[in-house]
Nanobody
């Protein structure tokens, strides 16, 4: 079992930045795909970004198209963590952000992810 705990959410103004962190425990997640999803009120959970470890000091990442290069995902296998740096935030980014881990491939399908955190709220005021 893998336990995931997110942190770093909060209330910010439009244009601000936030850095979300996710700490994994229970197992070493270096071989797992790690990702972030978000869910706004009344909407389905959507893919944000994910990263897969591909070799020494290298990782592959994929992002949702709405990102427009504002978000960056990174992982620290030694610390068993994954982070999401979010810049130029707007009210449309308001959502609960979830960390997830998968033993498979990077996918935007939530059903293919094995483990989920409890989520952290991000609220962006106009």
């Amino acid at each position: 079992q893998v336990q995931l705990v997110e942190s770093g959410g909060g209330l910010v103004q439009a244009g601000a930045s936030l850095r979300l962190s996710c700490a994994a425990s229970g197992r070493t997640v270096s071989r797992y795909v790690l990702g972030w999803f978000r869910q706004a009120p009344g909407k389905e959970r959507e893919f944000v970004a994910a990263t897969k470890w591909t070799g020494p000091s290298t990782a592959y990442a994929e992002y949702a198209q709405f990102m427009k290069a504002r978000f960056t995902i990174s992982r620290d296998n030694a610390a068993n963590t994954v982070a999401l740096q979010m810049n130029s935030l707007g009210p449309e980014d308001t959502a609960v952000y979830y960390c997830a881990a998968s033993t498979g491939v990077i996918s935007s399908d939530t059903r293919l992810w094995n483990y989920w955190g409890q989520g952290t709220q991000v609220t962006v005021s106009a």
